[in-house]
Each structure stands twice: as C-alpha cells, then as structure tokens.
C-alpha cells in the first residue's frame, strides 16, 4: 500500500524505537528531536529508569510535556510483530554477500521509499555502546545508515537519531514542510515591477558613468542574470533601487 502525499497524521506516522538505552539524556535528546520534526511516537525497549528529575526531563525541552511522558515500553518481539521495521546502524556490509547489514538506505532514501508504503512502520534505533546487534538486525525489514566520515563513522545515539529523523521529517511534515517555522521564500520574492524599477535605476547610473552603449548593454544583462538568480526580497530590492538612485544622483546631481 502507499501513503496519501503529504504529510502523515499522528495516527499513521511512524514510530520511533530505541532498544536498551543507557543514558536518560539519550532518551530525551531523542524525544526532542521527534518534536522538532513532526514524530510522536516513543517507544522504550528496556530503558533505564526514567522520572522527572532526570536527564531525561532535562534534554528533552518542550517534549517533556507530551513525547516522553507518553513514551510506552515494550518488548523488542513485539515491535517487529507490529511494523514494518528499519534497523539504523553505523557499520555496514560492504557487499551483497552478506545481508545482515547489506543493501542498506541512507535516511534521505529512505525518506523517498517509505512514502510509498502504508503499512505502520518503526524507527529501531540501538545501543549507545554497541548499537543493534547482528541478531536483531537479522529479525528488521530494512536498514538504514548515516553517511559519515569513513574516518569515524559511529554517531552519538542522540546524534544519529537527530539527524535520521531530520531527514525523515517529510513523511510527516510533507514534501513542502508543512507546519514547518519557515518563511516561504517564493511569497518573500520582490513583485517583478520593482525588481523592474531596480533595473531602470541601474541602467540609468551606467550611463552616468559608463559612456560605451555596448558596455551598458553587457553589464546591465549581467545584472539580469545576478538578480533572476538571487530571487530578492522586497526589501532586498528596495535597498539595492534606493542605493543606485543615490549613487547616480552623486555622480551627476540633479538641477535645482
């Protein structure tokens, strides 16, 4: 089955799962992370003790409120029986001929594959030590890895789950990061009659100062170029109007 486009409902959106965290602060960072990008759902395999006094709590911001308090404990058997799972790792095969942790995804591809699928799916995510064992990887459906220096490869838990769900975060913020703090930029573009009226001022300063037509000509298709590129805000564009109407106005001033 395949996901409607756009962003995923609380109810169908995927959960995340980390097995026997060790850190408290762990745990939260992650909590908070899922509030940043739009994910509710925690999951606790074997965690340590979690109260409100705790790192948890602390790391946690304005998760403390819903994300981890709600965060419910299972068993590992039982989040494989009930999702479609994806395993996140550090290290992987390098080839086919082993598939423990072999073909795997990067989030961003992961990302794209899973909004095609419907099914209730699950963010497994590991140790912080040792992350998931070679067993438990054997029992997920995919798995999944964060590009990283071949150098050091091997993320902080509260790191690594940061960033994967960052990537993710379409499946429920949508393609176009709806809910999203973000301006958008297409409305925060200058009106074409200003950036226009940009360009007549600027052309007009050139012939104050540049007297060979086909100079004016190539710097003014320059301009064109630049600013089409640039995509100005209103104010950009009427700082930029305002700055050659004075420059041209300097070099050659009005008649009283």
Known sequence: MTRESGASSPADAPVVVVVEPQTPGNVGTIARAMKNFGFSDLKLVDPPEIDRESEAYGFAGHAREDVLPEADEVTFDSVVEQYHTVGFTAITNEDARRHVRFPFR???????????????????????????????????????????????????????????????????????????????????????????????????FLARIEHREHKREKTVRMMRRLVGRAHPTEREITTLTGLFRKAAERVDPPES
């Open 106 to 204: 990067t989030p961003r591809e992961l990302a794209d594959s899973l909004a095609r699928v419907e099914a209730p799916t699950a963010f497994v995510f590991g140790r912080e030590g040792t992350g998931l064992s070679n067993a438990e990887l054997e029992r997920l459906d995919e798995v999944c890895s964060i590009p990283a220096s071949a150098e050091y490869p091997v993320l902080n838990l509260g790191q690594a789950a940061t960033v994967a769900l960052y990537e993710l975060r379409t499946l429920t913020l949508g393609p176009d990061g709806e809910g999203t703090q973000l301006p958008d930029v297409e409305r925060e573009r200058a009106a074409e009659a200003d950036i226009d009226r940009f360009y007549d001022f600027f052309e007009a």
